[in-house]
Nanobody, 128 residues
Framework: QLQVVESGGGSVHPGGSLTLSCAAS????????IGWFRQAPGQAREGIAC????????DYRDSVKGRFTVSRDATNTTVLLQMNNLHPADTGVYYC?????????????????????WGQGTQVTVSS
């Protein structure tokens, strides 16, 4: 069983930046594909970014392409979501999730049913 925890949420003005982190108590995330999801108030949870277990492939929701970047740290114990030029529409609870079978595939998917382990979420609020 893997327990992932998100951190780094907060409140920023439009155009600001935040970096979210996803970690699992120091355990290596190297063999897991990691996905980032968000849920805005009153809306369904949506996939916004993912990174394959081998780190070679990533994918992004169209609305965040060019603004968000997902990466692994050098120790492979943390996956980061760098968010730049934030918009009010980016407001929501952000979740990271791990796919235990990610090591079998070279790509990643933004569908929530692909992921097995979920964090509790971290709030991101973008407002002026």
């Amino acid at each position: 069983q893997l327990q992932v925890v998100e951190s780094g949420g907060g409140s920023v003005h439009p155009g600001g930046s935040l970096t979210l982190s996803c970690a699992a108590s120091g355990r290596s995330l190297a063999t897991y594909t990691i996905g980032w999801f968000r849920q805005a108030p009153g809306q369904a949870r949506e996939g916004i970014a993912c990174l394959s277990s081998r780190g070679a492939n990533s994918d992004y929701r169209d609305s965040v392409k060019g603004r968000f970047t997902v990466s692994r740290d050098a120790t492979n114990t943390t996956v980061l979501l760098q968010m730049n030029n934030l918009h009010p529409a980016d407001t929501g609870v952000y979740y990271c999730a791990a796919d235990r079978l990610g090591n079998l595939f070279s790509n990643c998917l933004l569908q929530s049913n692909e992921y097995d382990y979920w964090g509790q979420g971290t709030q991101v609020t973008v407002s002026s």
